[in-house]
């Protein structure tokens, strides 16, 4: 696609239940990030992919984040038994190397 | 530690005029420094990036210098328009590959 896209753009989910953040990165585009931002904070780095693997997973908070990622494109981070100190935006990048991400809008999740 | 600092405090200034944004790191030797733009409910936006060899860079009003002794970016807007209000964000690559970055900068340029 002409972008990255994220889905869905809002979340709001209670206490204790699983989610799933989509991200569709440029096509062709074989690096891919995760990071997510809480209110008046910066970016924190969660996990990368390059292909399908992820060489570095050193960001994931918990056990309860998982990520994947399949056939190169399309990535899955999941959180179970969500906190909520888990409320924030999650965003997903891709880039062509290491250098010039090209962000989505992200995913606004809110746990209440 | 790794750090990234930017200046916390926003910066106002009247269109027109210069805007000038520093990023200062430490513990980090990096081959290259990134800036980004982010507005408000949006992902951050890719503007530029200099390599170490590099002291300074430009495109159209933005101009970026680096200098690896000092440990320091200096990020210029020139005859700043309103539209330029944006937080920016500085970025150098972490010990696994992916960015880190720093807190941000707001500015505020007003008419």
Redesign the interface.
């Known amino acids: 696609g002409a972008g ?1 896209s994220q889905s869905p753009s809002n979340k709001v989910t209670e206490k204790g239940k699983d989610v799933e953040l989509r991200c569709d990165p440029i096509s062709g585009h074989t690096a891919l ?1 995760w ?1 997510r931002q809480s209110l008046g ?3 924190e ?1 969660l996990i ?1 992919f ?1 292909g399908n693997s992820a ?2 997973k ?2 994931l908070p918990s056990d309860r984040f998982s990520a994947e990622r399949t056939g190169g494109s399309v990535s899955t981070l999941t959180i179970q038994r969500t906190q909520q100190e888990d409320s924030a935006v999650y ?1 997903c ?1 891709s880039s062509r190397d ?9 995913t606004r999740l809110t746990v209440v | 530690s790794q750090k990234i600092e930017q200046n916390s405090e926003a910066l106002n200034i009247q269109e027109g005029k210069t805007a000038t944004l520093t990023c200062n790191y430490t513990n980090y030797s990096p081959a ?1 420094l ?1 800036w ?1 733009r982010q507005d408000p ?6 503007l530029l ?1 200099i390599r170490e060899n590099e002291k300074e860079k430009r495109k159209e009003r933005l101009k970026v210098t680096f200098d690896t002794t000092l440990k320091q970016s200096l990020f210029h807007i020139t005859a700043s328009q309103p539209a330029d209000s944006a937080t920016y ?1 500085c970025a150098l ?2 010990p ?9 900068t707001s500015l505020l340029v007003t008419p």
Not at chain 2, 41 to 46: D, K, N, T
Not at chain 2, 97 to 104: E, M, P, S, V, W
């Open positions: 990255v990030y990071y904070q910066g970016l780095f990368y390059q060489p570095d050193s960001g965003l990048a290491i250098r010039g991400y090209t962000f989505g809008s992200g | 290259y990134q980004y409910g949006r992902g951050p936006v890719f990036l964000l690559e972490g696994g590959y992916a960015l880190n970055f720093g807190k941000g």
